[in-house]
Each structure stands twice: as structure tokens, then as C-alpha cells.
């Protein structure tokens, strides 16, 4: 652990050259994997610092597990995110409608799974004192309204698991029956570029129409975790938890953040659930539609929709496709081009304060925005949203499936799994696509036949189609090749 920066520095150095080979327990590891472990050892490391002039047996009372650092994998994909800084042990277990039963076996073994290794580097790490804490934890988890409470399904309501009272809810649970939506009064402004109307605030500058986003909650956005979390805490820390801030001397203080990725990731659809969940004033703008042939118009438009924002602080801005208003100053060929983007800079982070004004973006181009943009005060991160992976493709497939009427001899998880693991690189509008398109294909099948068919239902055959078919649409070479490779593998696992 003392060596943790010294083995960062060499890495710096060493992976510049062209035949470097980084390996550990013997098992070569890609640019990813070495970033994704230089950055747990650093959170492990930074742990370390702060209980090094403590006794071990601080480190070990720390929390229910005696290793805050630990990673610990709950049993189902919808208690993966909950925001707590403990090891959410009671997680990892089976659970009968009523009371959660605590697999301490499974928990033991996590302890020596890979993601756990530069936990176990740490030299205040007490392998024994952890087996003995887990052995010590409750075997059954009743709620009891002081402690434990039952969670249920964000979407039916239905009980899901018993969590801690004061933690954090993951983005698929909530903590009541009854649905927190209500019909209407949504306060979400969304700028369409369509029948606008004259602005008294601002004469000549339009308002924007008021209209409806569809329904969409976090639960919604499968395969992109991590852009999730990072989201929920860009935008719901300082909204819910601005006591805390206070108490430890700073500020709540309104960020910003792009998403950005290939077509089809979710970006949107990530920013609409934002929309739809946080609760607050919503202004959405469609980059192209403040665009204007009058010289200024532009820039007033942007000014009228932050001063909207301020007013109804806090507040969230919402920009669909920002690369058109954010250009890079160096690339733009027009002296309008830079004047908008300097007003943006200026509004995001300028004289005057932003107050409660959340920024979110979306694009598909990143490093077409200017630099400045994506500076700390403005943009603060750019959350790259990429294809999701495998399992990631099996849980938007099992949401694309839900409604969809299947063979009875059909297992929807067992054929959600074999789907997602033959169609690496599909991003979820793809998914999506195959979904529809064997459904599509279904009904193309019965209409042929004379007769009504009463056993109408989708097979597996209709999806292997469907990918097939995707690729024999696709213009490009390399989503055909995908969807080619898609459909061998497809045809072995349904063989």
C-alpha cells in the first residue's frame, strides 16, 4: 500500500511504450482493467491514509464488515445501487416476501473474488476478523419500523426486498405501495421550435411551449449503472441532502454534466428519466431549434431560458444534442458561432451566479465541444455511456420482453441471457430494434395463414431472425459484421 503511487508513476511511464504488457496473478490485463484497478487501490489506499495512525481494531469497527472498502455484489441487478458508503451486506441473500434471509456462505466467498484483490493488499485488511463479522451478522432481516424497512418495485409495487431505514434506495425501489406519480403538474418547460409564443419578458425573443416527456424513471435505464449513479448523485445530493453539506462546512453547489456515447446508448432516455424523477423546474432545449438566422437571436434565447431557470431555482437544463450550441471556438467558421458559445460559457459560469441551476447535455460527438465547456464550474464530467455489456443486454432485453407474449415453452431468462450473449456490441436502441422486429416478423407469419391462429406467440426462431435481418439492413460494414457474427452465435446457443 505504501508503494500505491510509486506503481502509478511506473505505469505512467512504462504503458507510453509500444510492447508493454501489464499483468497480475499472472493474467494479462487490458488499458481498462489496469485503470479500473489503479483506481480501487487509490480509494483503498486513500482508507488507508486516513486509519493510519489508528489502531487496527478502529479499522475493524468501522462498519458491520470491518472493511468499508470491501465490494460487495448484491444477489439481484435491482439492489445494485443504493449510495451507501458501507458494504451493503444485507444485499446478499434470498428474500420470501416478508423477511430477508442473510447468505453469509455467499458473502465469504466475495471476499476473495478478483474485485476484492487491492482490498486485500491493505496491511490493516484482517482476513479472519472479517470471516468472524460475517459469522456474527444476523441470519434473518425482519423490518421493524426502526431499523429495517420493506422496499418494493419502482413499476408494480410489489414487496422486494428489507433495507435500512436511513440508506439510500436504489434507483429501481422505493418505500411505499402507492405509486409516487400523479397525473399531471408536472412543471417541465421544453423548447420543440414550434408554435411559440411572444415572450413579455423579452420582446422578440419567443417562449418556449409547455408540453409533456414521457413517463420514464431510472428504473427504465437498464445496462447504464454507472451512468445512473453518477447522475443521481450530480443532480439528487445537493437537492435532498443540503444539510449535509452545511454540516460539513460547504456548499450544495449546482453542477453540470454531458452525456455522451454512440447512437442508441440511452443517453435521451437517461436524461428524460432525470426529467421525470428529480422533482424540480425542468427547462429542455433542443439545440437545433434555438438556432436562428437573426444575428443575437441565439444568444437571447439561451439568456432567457437560464433567467427562467434562476426563477424557478432550483431548477434543471436539459440540452438535447449540445455539440450544435457548444462548438469548439477553433473549428467555428462564423464570428455568430463564437459569440454563442461565449454567451453559454458566460451563463454557465460567468459574473453573474448560476444559483440552483442544474446543467445536463447530451451528445453523440464530445470532442466537438469547445474545451472551456468541459471545464470544472461548467460541465464538470462528461459520463460516457458506451454499448451496454452482456449483462447489461440481458436486462434490456428482459424489459423489451415484458410485454411480449413468447412460446409457452419459452424461459424469457433463460433466452434473454443466450440473446445478450450473442450480440456483443448491440446498444439498447438495437435491442430494442430486434424486439420489434421479431414481433414484427410474427405477425407477418400468421397473416399469411387462412385461418386465425389461437397460438400465436413469438419464438426464438423470430428473434434469430430479426438480428439477421438487422444486419442485412444495416448500411455500414461493421454493424453488419456484428449482427453476421450475432447471428452464428445465436444459432449455436438455440441448437
Request: neutral net charge; proline residues 6%.
Amino acid at each position: 500500500m505504501e508503494n500505491a503511487r510509486r506503481i502509478a508513476n511506473l505505469l505512467n511511464i512504462v504503458r507510453a511504450w509500444k510492447s508493454t504488457e501489464v499483468s497480475l496473478d499472472s493474467e494479462l490485463l487490458d488499458k481498462h482493467d489496469i485503470d479500473g484497478f489503479m483506481n480501487r487501490l487509490e480509494t483503498v489506499r486513500r482508507c488507508w491514509l486516513q486509519r493510519k495512525n489508528q489502531t487496527p481494531a478502529n479499522c475493524r469497527t468501522a462498519c458491520a464488515l470491518g472493511c468499508d472498502a470491501l465490494r460487495i455484489w448484491p444477489s439481484f441487478e435491482c439492489l445494485g445501487y443504493s449510495g451507501s458508503t458501507d458494504p451493503p451486506w444485507y444485499a446478499v441473500g434470498a428474500f420470501d416476501g416478508k423477511t430477508v434471509t442473510v447468505d453469509k456462505e455467499a458473502l465469504r466467498r466475495q471476499l476473495d473474488a478478483p474485485r476484492n484483490a487491492e482490498v486485500r493488499l491493505c496491511p490493516r485488511f484482517d482476513l479472519d476478523a472479517v470471516a468472524a463479522k460475517i459469522a456474527a451478522l444476523p441470519d434473518m432481516i425482519s423490518p421493524n419500523d426502526r431499523e429495517w424497512i420493506t422496499v418494493y418495485h419502482f413499476k408494480n409495487g410489489k414487496p422486494a426486498w428489507v433495507w435500512p431505514k436511513d440508506a439510500v434506495l436504489p434507483s429501481g425501489l422505493r418505500d411505499t405501495k402507492e405509486s409516487p406519480w400523479r397525473s399531471g403538474g408536472l412543471n417541465i418547460s421544453v423548447d420543440l421550435g414550434q408554435e411559440r409564443q411572444p415572450n413579455p419578458e423579452a420582446p422578440g425573443i419567443p417562449l418556449s411551449p409547455v408540453s409533456s416527456i414521457p413517463p420514464t424513471r431510472y428504473a427504465d435505464v437498464h445496462g447504464q449503472d454507472a451512468a445512473v449513479e453518477a447522475i443521481r448523485d450530480l443532480v439528487e445530493l445537493p437537492l435532498k441532502h443540503a444539510d449535509l453539506f452545511a454540516r460539513i462546512g460547504a456548499s450544495p453547489r449546482a453542477q453540470g454534466a454531458i452525456l455522451a456515447g454512440p447512437p442508441g446508448t440511452g443517453k435521451s432516455l437517461l436524461a428524460r428519466a432525470v426529467a421525470g424523477e428529480c422533482g424540480a423546474h425542468i427547462e429542455v432545449v433542443s439545440g437545433p431549434s434555438l438556432l436562428s438566422k437573426w444575428v443575437g437571436e441565439t444568444e437571447a434565447a439561451l439568456r432567457v431560458i437560464f433567467e427562467r431557470a434562476r426563477k424557478h431555482a432550483p431548477a434543471i437544463v436539459l440540452f438535447d444534442e449540445v455539440d450544435c450550441l457548444g462548438m469548439s471556438r477553433a473549428a467555428a467558421d462564423a464570428h455568430h458561432q463564437k459569440s454563442m458559445v461565449t454567451q453559454l460559457l458566460a451563463l454557465l459560469d460567468g459574473l453573474e451566479e448560476r444559483g440552483q441551476v442544474f446543467v445536463l447535455a447530451t451528445t453523440n460527438r464530445p470532442e466537438d465541444i469547445d474545451p472551456a465547456l468541459r471545464r470544472p464550474g461548467r460541465f464538470d464530467q462528461v459520463v460516457w455511456m458506451g454499448p451496454p455489456d452482456e449483462q447489461g443486454r440481458k436486462a434490456i432485453f428482459l424489459h423489451h420482453m415484458e410485454g411480449l407474449k413468447l412460446g409457452a415453452d419459452i424461459n424469457r431468462d433463460h433466452l434473454a441471457a443466450k440473446l445478450a450473449a450473442a450480440t456483443p456490441g448491440f446498444t439498447g436502441a438495437d435491442i430494442a430494434y430486434v424486439c420489434q422486429s421479431a414481433a414484427l416478423l410474427c405477425v407477418k407469419e400468421a397473416s399469411t395463414v387462412p385461418r386465425q391462429r389461437t397460438d400465436l406467440a413469438i419464438t426464438a426462431e423470430h428473434f434469430r431472425s430479426a438480428i439477421a435481418n438487422q444486419g442485412r439492413a444495416a448500411s455500414g460494414g461493421h454493424r453488419t459484421g456484428v449482427a453476421e457474427t450475432s447471428t452464428r452465435l445465436l444459432a449455436q446457443a438455440l441448437n
